[in-house]
């Protein structure tokens, strides 16, 4: 049984530590959180408490699939994080660089066609109708300082 016990094990361009259950190792990808990654283990039928280390790589082009199409193994569309995507208007899962480079090119086309969310994060202030007065100070305190003795 230790033959088959791999230490690190690589998922979706991710290499995960073996020694994780398969619920915790899942959510060291990007884009996969803890009820996605229990509802994954709930759909192949894996084991939630199972290190992820003794899993074989059927298991794991199997977790590849479904990280690839979740719709095919009837994940909700509320758990995926691209939903009526903005190019496609399809809902899409991303994990990884593809979510880094949705992300960037999303706020990118918010600050081209000036919107007040892309003109918020041009400037760095916060975009979601935070206040400001007393938070999202970026300088140093100002105040009294104490005198070392």
């Known amino acids: 049984m230790e033959d088959d016990f791999k230490h690190l094990v690589r998922i979706s361009r991710k290499d995960v530590d073996g020694n994780k259950t398969i619920e915790q190792a899942l959510t060291q990808i990007k884009?996969?959180?803890?009820?996605?990654?229990?509802?994954?283990?709930?759909?192949?039928?894996?084991?939630?408490?199972?290190?992820?280390?003794?899993?074989?790589?059927?298991?794991?082009?199997?977790?590849?699939?479904?990280l690839e199409n979740p719709q095919n193994y009837s994940i909700p569309d509320w758990m995926l994080n691209r939903r009526k995507d903005y190019a496609t208007g399809d809902d899409l899962h991303l994990i990884e660089s593809d979510l880094d480079m949705t992300l960037r090119d999303d706020l990118n086309r918010m600050k081209k066609t000036?919107?007040?969310?892309?003109?918020?994060?041009?400037v760095g202030l916060p975009v979601r109708g935070q206040r400001t007065?007393?938070?999202?100070r970026h300088s140093s305190t100002v105040g009294v300082s104490r005198s070392r003795r």
């Open 31 to 66: 884009g996969v959180g803890l009820s996605l990654s229990r509802s994954i283990c709930l759909t192949l039928g894996l084991n939630t408490t199972d290190k992820i280390g003794y899993i074989s790589e059927d298991d794991v082009t199997k977790i590849e699939d479904l």
């Open 114 to 122: 000036r919107s007040y969310k892309g003109r918020r994060h041009e």
């Open 133 to 136: 007065k007393s938070t999202f």
